[in-house]
């Protein structure tokens, strides 16, 4: 009897180079999986053609060999069968995708805009969150697939249930979120035709047979837009697991901006092991900040030792 691989994955948008939170995610994701023998795939995930360059990608695969998080299926040279690994050529596998879901009758286009949908915000909605108030969805849903003029027209969204979506987080615990209220009828594809996150991230993950999804705490919520997903489209969900967001000084959440903690910055005053070390203390993998590299880390890894706070301040 085989028994199936456990596999995680890193997915980066190449869009700028990695800051301390994002290696924050990779590191765990890549520790997790280590620690269990498992696999580690690297998707680029470059959907947004404005922003994502392929130089950005090279220079992230640099930084993970540099730090010792090596990939064993992906990256931009394409290790594996179960590839493309770059979202931007994967269309044709969403297209077939959405096409199920459209002749299931769970989907319509909208046409509302963003300001529109910001003005529909009830007064408690004030955590950034945009919750589609279901404007634009017809009374009666079709079974029948749009033509080809009717797909470049508005926003192509999914019909969410009114029920909870229960989960158990690897570090936040159990989590239940009501699709309806949390979020609404959400994206699978933009006006413009580019690939929403949500969907191309579920078949992604299935098809490449992701086991475990490893990544920062402020999607941790959105895993319920993606449990359902992997239910309608008949495959299992993955395993989750959300890592604290690593703020900077002042406490502000890390961005690509933050040109300091950056790791063109870091690398020019640390050794891998040392932002390893940092990391790991911060985290509560260690308890002590001491050099490690992540080969030793993942011989101690324990996901019951991380702290599970909201954020996480680094002062470097």
Same mark, same amino acid.
């Not at 027209?153 to 615990?173: A, Q, S």
């Given at each position: 009897?085989?028994?199936?691989?456990?596999?995680?994955?890193?997915?980066?948008?190449?869009?700028?180079?990695?800051?301390?939170?994002?290696?924050?995610?990779?590191?765990?994701?890549?520790?997790?999986?280590?620690?269990?023998?498992?696999?580690?795939?690297?998707?680029?995930?470059?959907?947004?053609?404005?922003?994502?360059?392929?130089?950005?990608?090279?220079?992230?695969?640099?930084?993970?060999?540099?730090?010792?998080?090596?990939?064993?299926?992906?990256?931009?040279?394409?290790?594996?069968?179960?590839?493309?690994?770059?979202?931007?050529?994967?269309?044709?596998?969403?297209?077939?995708?959405?096409?199920?879901?459209?002749?299931?009758?769970?989907?319509?286009?909208?046409?509302?805009?963003?300001?529109?949908?910001?003005?529909?915000?009830?007064?408690?909605?004030?955590?950034?969150?945009?919750?589609?108030?279901?404007?634009?969805?017809?009374?009666?849903?079709?079974?029948?697939?749009?033509?080809?003029?009717?797909?470049?027209?508005?926003?192509?969204?999914?019909?969410?249930?009114?029920?909870?979506?229960?989960?158990?987080?690897?570090?936040?615990?159990?989590?239940?979120?009501?699709?309806?209220?949390?979020?609404?009828?959400?994206?699978?594809?933009?006006?413009?035709?580019?690939?929403?996150?949500?969907?191309?991230?579920?078949?992604?993950?299935?098809?490449?047979? !992701?086991?475990?999804?490893?990544?920062?705490?402020?999607?941790? *919520? +959105?895993?319920?837009? #993606?449990?359902?997903?992997? &239910?309608? $489209?008949?495959?299992?969900?993955?395993?989750?697991?959300? !890592?604290?967001?690593?703020?900077?000084?002042?406490?502000?959440? *890390? +961005?690509?901006?933050? #040109?300091?903690?950056?790791? &063109?910055? $870091?690398?020019?005053?640390?050794?891998?092991?040392?932002?390893?070390?940092?990391?790991?203390?911060?985290?509560?993998?260690?308890?002590?900040?001491?050099?490690?590299?992540?080969?030793?880390?993942?011989?101690?890894?324990?996901?019951?030792?991380?702290?599970?706070?909201?954020?996480?301040?680094?002062?470097?």
């Amino acid at each position: 009897m085989t028994t199936a691989v456990h596999k995680g994955r890193f997915a980066p948008s190449p869009t700028g180079r990695m800051h301390l939170g994002n290696v924050a995610s990779a590191l765990v994701s890549w520790l997790s999986v280590k620690s269990r023998g498992g696999k580690w795939l690297l998707r680029i995930e470059d959907l947004d053609p404005d922003r994502s360059r392929r130089e950005h990608s090279l220079i992230i695969e640099d930084d993970l060999r540099w730090l010792g998080l090596e990939w064993d299926e992906g990256g931009t040279d394409g290790i594996g069968y179960l590839g493309p690994y770059s979202q931007s050529e994967r269309g044709q596998i969403y297209s077939e995708a959405l096409s199920k879901i459209e002749a299931a009758g769970l989907t319509y286009k909208c046409t509302c805009t963003r300001a529109e949908i910001m003005a529909s915000q009830a007064p408690h909605e004030s955590d950034g969150r945009v919750v589609y108030a279901g404007t634009c969805r017809p009374q009666r849903l079709g079974g029948s697939l749009p033509n080809e003029d009717e797909r470049r027209h508005g926003v192509t969204r999914l019909v969410v249930p009114d029920r909870e979506i229960r989960f158990c987080d690897k570090l936040y615990g159990n989590q239940s979120v009501n699709l309806a209220s949390h979020c609404g009828d959400f994206a699978l594809r933009r006006a413009d035709g580019v690939w929403a996150y949500q969907l191309a991230v579920v078949i992604d993950d299935a098809l490449m047979g !992701v086991t475990e999804v490893v990544r920062g705490s402020d999607l941790l *919520l +959105s895993s319920a837009q #993606q449990i359902y997903l992997f &239910g309608l $489209l008949g495959y299992p969900a993955p395993e989750f697991g959300h !890592v604290p967001l690593i703020c900077n000084s002042r406490g502000i959440r *890390l +961005s690509k901006r933050d #040109q300091s903690m950056s790791m &063109g910055e $870091l690398r020019k005053q640390y050794k891998p092991e040392e932002i390893i070390g940092m990391l790991a203390g911060t985290l509560g993998l260690t308890s002590t900040e001491k050099p490690i590299s992540a080969a030793e880390l993942a011989t101690q890894f324990s996901w019951a030792s991380m702290k599970p706070g909201a954020k996480i301040r680094l002062e470097i």
